[in-house]
């Protein structure tokens, strides 16, 4: 079968991009990969289903919301995970000190917003999604994603000090 070939490599390709995605919506490793290996096997299962026409990353990050969403509701919206971030790599010494810094309050901001601004923040800034394309990959409004984008960033750069300065990778409306 040619097409579920191609559709197999397309969503290998995309896999990086997901993991990061699973990531901000998940806040923790384990919990992202538990995300992505379910949402990689519900669209291996359901490849049949997807409508060629559309851009397969924005039907799979709709499908690892959805995804998402059902397991929160599963777990009565507690945590699924807990534990530590991993270690960023980097040098010995003070700047290293400071980032590692940076990092923890960054993702603790991160984490501390609501999942609907993490999922936004997570395709414009991250992933370089226009808006129209957060909004379809979302389903909500283009001003709904402008707005969740705007506090969100509002809220990280009061809870890390306006010390991080979050901004869109590219700008298209």
Do not use: C
């Not at 969403?69 to 270690?87: H, K, L, Q, T, V």
């Amino acid at each position: 079968m040619p097409d579920q070939l191609a559709f197999r490599r397309e969503l290998v390709s995309l896999l990086p991009r997901l993991r990061r995605f699973a990531l901000a919506l998940a806040g923790n490793r384990d919990a992202a990969e538990d995300l992505l290996q379910s949402a990689v096997e519900r669209a291996l299962g359901k490849w049949d289903s997807y409508e060629k026409e559309k851009r397969l990353a924005s039907w799979m990050f709709k499908l690892m919301q959805n995804l998402w969403f059902d397991m929160r509701r599963a777990a009565a919206n507690g945590p699924i995970y807990s534990g530590e971030p991993p270690d960023m790599v980097g040098e010995d010494g003070r700047e290293l000190a400071e980032a590692r810094e940076e990092l923890r309050l960054v993702r603790e901001a991160f984490a501390a917003l609501p999942e609907d601004q993490r999922a936004v923040l997570a395709l414009v800034v991250l992933e370089g999604f226009s808006y129209a394309e957060a909004s379809e990959a979302l389903g909500v409004p283009i001003g709904t994603v402008m707005s969740r984008l705007s506090r969100g960033r509002a809220s990280l750069a009061a809870s890390a000090r306006g010390s991080v300065i979050i901004a869109p990778i590219r700008k298209e409306h």
